[in-house]
């Protein structure tokens, strides 16, 4: 698809065309739509394929131009509002990791788009871009000359391993990508700090939402996810020796609170307060 900086996007349709549901998967830091493959597959054969799921991702040597300072949050933004056009029936939202931030970020450009969710599930979610540069402090003894080097090799240490680590280790497709350094330095240096706002908020304490954490997250610690939890009224749980790559490492359970969100919007059909 392309979009309004002529970017074209790569997007993924699992499932039917037109469904009662459609769950509409938001990319996180330094993954595509690829990272969700586990878990848009696990759900696709737990449900019988009756549900649609939509994967997309912006190519990153896009997200980034030297040439140009800018915000990489409103082309996000943008991404994500043209992908939604895609998706029919009770729409829920899953984001993992930074992806809670450009849920924020939507939340206050479309209101009204976004009090229309039938719900919104966050994996492992950052409550607020100050996460990072907390956890690149913590971080700096290591000698790092570039805090963008020095996270990316953090994030990806935890986003494409299995918290376990039994058996071999996967090495991560973006571990030495300039490209993926630059948009993670991008994102770093002009993104909006705000956390979630308090007109965020008031919208999303109407939508039905789940958070769901690892117990062993070194990325987010639970707490902060809990916090945050409680700040939208969410439903929150944390899966203990889980680490920060639940949709990638651990489907089936990830895949539970996507299941919450789909059983309440049948119920909400069924009471005539939503359409299914």
């Known amino acids: 698809m392309a979009v309004s900086d002529g970017i074209s996007l790569s997007a993924t349709r699992l499932g039917p065309v037109w469904s009662p549901a459609s769950v509409v998967y938001i990319p996180g830091l330094l993954t595509d739509s690829t990272y969700w493959t586990s878990l848009t597959g696990h759900l696709h054969a737990r449900l019988g394929g009756g549900i649609t799921q939509i994967v997309y991702s912006r190519p990153q040597r896009h997200l980034y131009d030297k040439t140009e300072a800018r915000s990489v949050l409103p082309v996000l933004v943008e991404d994500l509002d043209t992908i939604l056009t895609l998706a029919h029936g009770a729409v829920i939202l899953v984001a993992h990791s930074a992806g809670s931030l450009l849920v924020n970020a939507w939340t206050q450009h479309y209101p009204r788009q ?69 948009a993670l330095g991008a994102a770093l240096l002009t993104s909006d700090l705000t956390p979630f706002t308090a007109e965020v908020v008031s919208i999303v304490r109407r939508i039905p939402t789940w958070v769901l954490a690892g117990r062993s997250d070194p990325i987010i610690a639970p707490r902060r ?17 889980a680490g920060h790559s639940l949709p990638h490492a651990d489907p089936a359970r990830a895949a539970e609170p996507i299941i919450a969100a789909l059983e309440v919007a049948y119920r909400d059909h069924q009471h005539g307060r939503a359409s299914w």
């Open 114 to 182: 976004a009090a229309a969710l039938a719900g919104l599930v966050l994996l492992n979610p950052w409550p607020d871009l100050r996460d990072v540069t907390t956890l690149v402090d913590s971080l700096a003894s290591r000698g790092s000359p570039r805090r963008e080097h020095l996270l990316l090799a953090e994030l990806t240490r935890h986003l494409y391993d299995p918290p376990s680590h039994h058996g071999p280790l996967r090495r991560s497709r973006v571990e030495t990508s300039t490209a993926g350094i630059d």
């Open 225 to 241: 996810a809990e916090a945050l939890a409680e700040r939208l009224w969410a439903d929150y749980d944390t899966i203990p020796g």
